[in-house]
């Protein structure tokens, strides 16, 4: 009698306990906005996607100088321009603006993003944005 191993069973919510992982659909890739990204772009793109996991959409923090240490880039504008291509087009969008004049704060200062193609808080429907913008 075979034994599963324990790390590929799924628990009593159906979900399974082994890791998460980056969801781009191919209806994101295949769109025509997608290559008229940069590589920058491409790559800031999955680093958001690997922020969300499941129920923070609409709530992921990053700001240009840490995308563009994630990036491993010394520009910041290579960073800020990655950020501009990605909501341009329609792949992400801007939920909240950064605010530095707080000296000490509980909140984040950086903006915060939301991926289109993935529901929002709420059960919000995705917008996927992407599909209806040209390059």
Do not use: Q
């Amino acid at each position: 009698m075979a034994r599963g191993n324990r790390r590929t069973r799924i628990n009593a919510t159906g979900r399974s306990p082994t890791s998460r992982f980056a969801r781009l659909d191919h209806s994101l890739l295949n769109s025509n906005a997608y290559p008229a990204l940069s590589p920058n772009a491409r790559s800031l793109l999955v680093e958001l996607a690997m922020l969300e996991n499941g129920t923070n959409n609409g709530s992921l923090y990053m700001s240009v100088r840490d995308g563009a240490h994630r990036l491993g880039v010394a520009d910041l504008t290579a960073a800020s321009r990655a950020f501009d291509d990605l909501a341009g087009l329609g792949f992400i969008e801007m939920t909240k603006e950064a605010h530095f004049r707080v000296k000490a704060a509980d909140t984040s200062r950086a903006r915060c993003w939301r991926l289109t193609w993935v529901p929002g808080p709420g059960r919000k429907p995705p917008t996927s944005d992407f599909l209806t913008r040209e390059p």
